[in-house]
T-cell receptor, first 113, second 116 residues
Framework: DGGITQSPKYLFRKEGQNVTLSCEQNLNHDAMYWYRQDPGQGLRLIYYSQIVNDFQKGDIAEGYSVSREKKESFPLTVTSAQKNPTAFYLC????????????FGPGTRLTVL | AQSVAQPEDQVNVAEGNPLTVKCTYSVSGNPYLFWYVQYPNRGLQFLLKYITGDNLVKGSYGFEAEFNKSQTSFHLKKPSALVSDSALYFCAVRGPNAGNNRKLIWGLGTSLAVNP
């Protein structure tokens, strides 16, 4: 089955630690996105990538980093510089073409202890 | 500035009754509009979209939405609600000049509760 996978589903981190969230897609989509979801705040864009080896900051990039070495993979690292990292993180991808919709992974819930 | 508003944080409806989840938008030019649904602790699922053409768009699970250009609205509707429709619903918009990044502007979501 084609789709987007995110791992792990739940992640616990101690303060001061970096942690990497995985996002993989086998849809052959060009563009990929990372969102953060907090209760009552909707989805906020962290980073996005339109092609391999290229990515741009979204609205709340501070304290996060990404890489796009392969078309299928777009990992997100939450660094110790992110002051309030506890949230639900969603990865999405979109096929080439101007009118397509984004497809979402199942999400990773990160909790800082 | 481009924006999306979902004026109701929560909508309650009895099972079997029609439901409406409201969305209004502000973009320059003709918008591309999307509805998504999210069940607890899950990712978002695409329901339907409006790009051009017929103002009434039909989507997954019996949902439909009506694009109203004069009122800048794109309300989500279903003729007969099911308890299983209870979820969080998001409206999103992209302006025609958004460029190749295809970024979406998201509403804050509306929680739909369908009571048996």
């Amino acid at each position: 089955d084609g789709g987007i996978t995110q791992s792990p589903k739940y992640l616990f981190r101690k303060e001061g630690q970096n942690v990497t969230l995985s996002c993989e897609q086998n849809l052959n989509h060009d563009a990929m996105y990372w969102y953060r979801q907090d209760p009552g705040q909707g989805l906020r864009l962290i980073y996005y990538s339109q092609i391999v080896n290229d990515f741009q900051k979204g609205d709340i990039a501070e304290g996060y980093s990404v890489s796009r070495e392969k078309k299928e993979s777009f990992p997100l690292t939450v660094t110790s510089a992110q002051k309030n990292p506890t949230a639900f993180y969603l990865c999405a991808s979109i096929a080439s073409g101007h009118y397509n919709e984004q497809f979402f992974g199942p999400g990773t819930r990160l909790t800082v202890l | 500035a481009q924006s999306v508003a979902q004026p109701e944080d929560q909508v309650n409806v009895a099972e079997g009754n029609p439901l409406t989840v409201k969305c209004t938008y502000s973009v320059s030019g003709n918008p591309y509009l999307f509805w998504y649904v999210q069940y607890p602790n899950r990712g978002l699922q695409f329901l339907l979209k409006y790009i051009t053409g017929d103002n009434l768009v039909k989507g997954s699970y019996g949902f439909e939405a009506e694009f109203n250009k004069s009122q800048t609205s794109f309300h989500l509707k279903k003729p007969s609600a099911l308890v299983s429709d209870s979820a969080l619903y998001f409206c999103a918009v992209r302006g025609p000049n958004a460029g190749n990044n295809r970024k979406l502007i998201w509403g804050l979501g509306t929680s739909l509760a369908v009571n048996p």
